[in-house]
């Protein structure tokens, strides 16, 4: 079996050394291994610290220059060059336990997965309040990127509330199926200093429809993975939900795929019925402030920020499309009965 390993980066080389460090340890056994490190326009020493790495490492790194600012472009151009039966992700802020790789190649081999995620464990610069470490505080997770799904391995599922998903710094797939549906979407993912994600909720979303989900969560896949203290104050938290917001109404249709937009009332760009969630979700938020449990209000407020993030994102699309503001106001007129 071979692996290409695929880390994008922009303006974190002193970070990213010490990432690349695992890679100049590695000694695979078993399996061939490679590095394909994606330059996203970074203005640092990201392309010295490749090449230092590279000379002193067992298995091949190259080093790759992006110029389309955004981690999609990155993830695509990565894809393009790499070579393995599976391609592993990881980020440049993230330490791979020592037998990462080994673990994912074991997931792989006899098996017919397509993909495989596992654990993405804190390294904090600052201690976290006791609260964000409780069950219900794991999740509000989605800002630092972490992921502890317990100690026992299951197969991922797509089905209903709750789903629990793979992320981006510890994920791995058959090469040959994410080309296969076409790789990551363009205009999702990290650009600039924005916090837009779902390129890899998206993918998953392809693979469910290309009937290729088959997903297995592994407990021994594991990456600590640094969560600086900026990363916990409450605007942090607040942007990153807004984000996550925007990010759905931007995957609107692959979100609520079942339903027809034709047969669908829309409201400035927004299906109605979203507005009844959004209210529900505001009544929710409300009721919290008569209970004495800080936590479960401050989640209730993140989630009423990440619906405001959504009608935001659902609106501006909107303003920006004449036509289809032509097509709404139709679908409104038929669907409301006459008096």
């Known amino acids: 079996m071979t692996v290409s390993v695929l880390i994008c980066t922009c303006n974190r080389a002193a970070r990213l050394a010490r990432t690349l460090d695992y890679f100049v340890n590695l000694k695979p056994v078993g399996y061939t291994a ?53 391609l592993a992700l990881t980020d440049d802020d993230v330490t791979p336990a020592p037998e990462w790789l080994d673990r994912i190649v074991d997931a792989f081999r006899g098996s017919d997965i397509t993909f495989v995620g596992g654990k993405v464990l804190p390294l ?35 089905d209903g509330a709750g789903q629990r998903l793979p992320v981006g710094a510890n994920l791995a797939f058959r090469r040959a199926i994410v080309e296969r549906i076409g790789g990551w979407r363009p205009d999702l993912g990290k650009v600039d200093n924005t916090l837009i994600s779902g390129e890899d909720h998206e993918i998953f979303l392809r693979l469910k429809r290309a009937d290729a989900y088959r ?26 939900f807004f984000a996550w ?3 759905a109404g931007l995957m609107l249709d692959d ?8 047969d ?21 938020w409300c009721r919290t402030w008569t209970m004495h449990d800080p936590l479960e209000r401050w989640v209730e407020q993140l989630y009423t920020i990440r619906f405001v993030g959504l009608i935001w994102e659902r609106w ?24």
């Open 124 to 158: 904090w610069e600052k201690e976290p309040t006791a609260d964000l470490l409780t069950r219900r505080g794991q999740d509000i997770w989605g800002p630092l990127a972490l992921v502890d799904y317990g100690d026992a391995p299951f197969d991922y599922t797509l």
């Open 264 to 284: 669908v009332p829309h409201v400035a760009g927004v299906p109605r019925f979203l507005y009844r969630q959004f209210a529900a979700q505001i009544l929710q």
């Open 255 to 262: 979100l609520y795929g079942f339903v027809n937009r034709a």
């Open 34 to 86: 490679d590095l394909v490190v994606v330059d996203n326009r970074s203005t640092d020493e990201t392309a010295q610290a490749v090449r230092d790495a590279a000379s002193r490492a067992s298995i091949p790194i190259a080093y790759a220059y992006e110029p389309q600012q955004g981690k999609s472009f990155a993830l695509n151009h990565g894809l393009r060059l790499a070579t393995g039966d599976v």
């Open 245 to 247: 917001g925007q990010t």
């Open 215 to 240: 997903g297995v969560y592994r407990p021994d896949v594991v990456v600590y993975h640094d969560v600086p203290a900026s990363r916990l104050t409450p605007r942090y938290f607040r942007r990153w």
């Open 316 to 339: 501006q699309l909107w303003l920006r499309q004449p036509a289809r503001r032509l097509f709404e106001r139709r679908a409104l007129t038929e669907a409301t009965p006459a008096p």
